[in-house]
């Protein structure tokens, strides 16, 4: 079974600071991985998928097969950008599509 | 961009008896939905993947005779929380995918149940 940890349930930092989310993973398979992220009083929205490698709203992320990691990454955090981030892993096979979350990151970026 | 509603938003029942919450895709066909259950402070956890015109597949450990799931059309998809207890008390979101959105799910806003 997989399974996705985010092992920072709150992080906080000054505006312009650089930020990392930290994401593991552990699934035998090839994995997708999805950061999402839910603004305060809004729905869960996609914020990257690591297939596609692109750079939304400043952030990265790069998967890391060899230690079993997604970090999200932005190097000059906004303040806009406090929000609840969540990893997610898709598997492959029967369970094509499901989405596997972490437990969520709290970001506070402060002015 | 794709929408997808929830309603109702929040719901307050007695204990014992039933709720349903429905599932919209406002602008798309969506050929899967899918059903989360999220506790206070923690994340989400699927509970069961429905198909147009199928039977929910349900996630090991979800009593599929007291979450009812119906995907009886291309943008509705219902859950009925039947005979519902205190500890049903939770926030349920659905997702939904369409046709050549392989990976993509879009969510809804969530209902919150209140069993009293």
């Known amino acids: 079974a997989q399974r996705v940890t985010q092992p920072e349930k709150l992080l906080s930092v000054f505006k312009g600071a650089p930020v990392e989310l930290k994401c593991n993973y552990s699934?035998?398979?090839?994995?997708?991985l999805f950061w999402y992220v839910q603004y305060s009083r809004q729905r869960l929205q996609l914020l990257l998928r690591h297939i596609s490698r692109e750079s939304i709203k400043g952030f990265t992320a790069d998967l890391n097969k060899g230690e079993t990691s997604f970090h999200l990454k932005k190097p000059f955090a906004q303040e806009e950008d406090s929000a609840m981030y969540y990893c997610?892993?898709?598997?492959?096979?029967?369970?094509?599509?499901?989405?596997?979350f972490g437990q969520g990151t709290i970001l506070t970026v402060h002015p | 961009g794709a929408v997808v509603s929830q309603h109702p938003s929040w719901v307050i029942c007695k204990s014992g008896t039933s709720v349903k919450i429905e599932c919209r895709s406002l602008?798309?066909?969506?050929?899967?939905m899918f059903w989360y259950r999220q506790f206070p402070k923690q994340s989400l956890m699927l509970m069961a993947t429905s198909n147009e015109g199928s039977k929910a597949t349900y996630e090991q450990g979800v009593e599929k005779d007291k979450f009812l799931i119906n995907h009886a059309s291309l943008t509705l998809s219902t859950l009925t929380v039947t005979s519902a207890h205190p500890e049903d008390s939770s926030f349920y979101i659905c997702s939904a995918r369409g046709w050549g959105l392989a990976y993509e799910q879009y969510f809804g806003p969530g209902t919150r149940l209140t069993v009293t």
């Open positions: 602008d798309f066909q969506a050929t899967t």
């Open positions: 699934y035998s398979g090839s994995p997708e």
């Open positions: 997610a892993l898709s598997a492959g096979g029967t369970s094509y599509g499901k989405l596997t």
